[in-house]
């Protein structure tokens, strides 16, 4: 069982910065894939970015060059470093913990067939909430 808690959220003005955290705990490996999604009641499940067991980052193209995905293996803690923020990236933003052996087999959590399939892939988290106002 794998619980992720995600905290960092809040209401920033574009331009503005936030650093999303997100605690994991419970039956897991350093190393997996992780990542950070973000939904919002008008638009669909959007995948942010990943890290994988090689500790090499993936973004999506609306964040890239603003937003930097890390994480410290002996805390366990996954990171979003949230930078240049846009009223577009407000939206409810939850980490995933890819299942282990789709995390071998190269899946990415970024992918359509993850993202609208989560529960079958992933645990994720409760979510923490960005707005960020013009």
């Known amino acids: 069982q794998v619980r992720l808690v995600e905290s960092g959220g809040g209401s920033v003005q574009a331009g503005g910065s936030l650093r999303l955290s997100c605690a994991v705990s419970g039956y897991t490996q350093s190393s997996n894939c992780m990542g950070w999604f973000r939904q919002s009641p008008d638009k669909e499940r959007e995948g942010v970015a990943e890290?994988?067991?090689?500790?090499?980052?993936t973004y999506g193209d609306s964040v890239k060059g603003r937003f930097t995905i890390s994480r410290d293996k002996y805390s366990s803690t996954l990171y979003l470093e949230m930078t240049s923020l846009k009223p577009e990236d407000s939206g409810m933003y939850y980490c995933a913990y890819l299942d282990q052996g789709y995390c071998i087999a190269g899946l990415s959590i970024l992918t359509d067939r993850v993202l609208k399939n989560l529960k079958d892939f992933a645990d994720g988290g409760q979510g923490t909430q960005v707005t960020v106002s013009p």
């Open positions: 890290i994988d067991r090689t500790e090499r980052t």
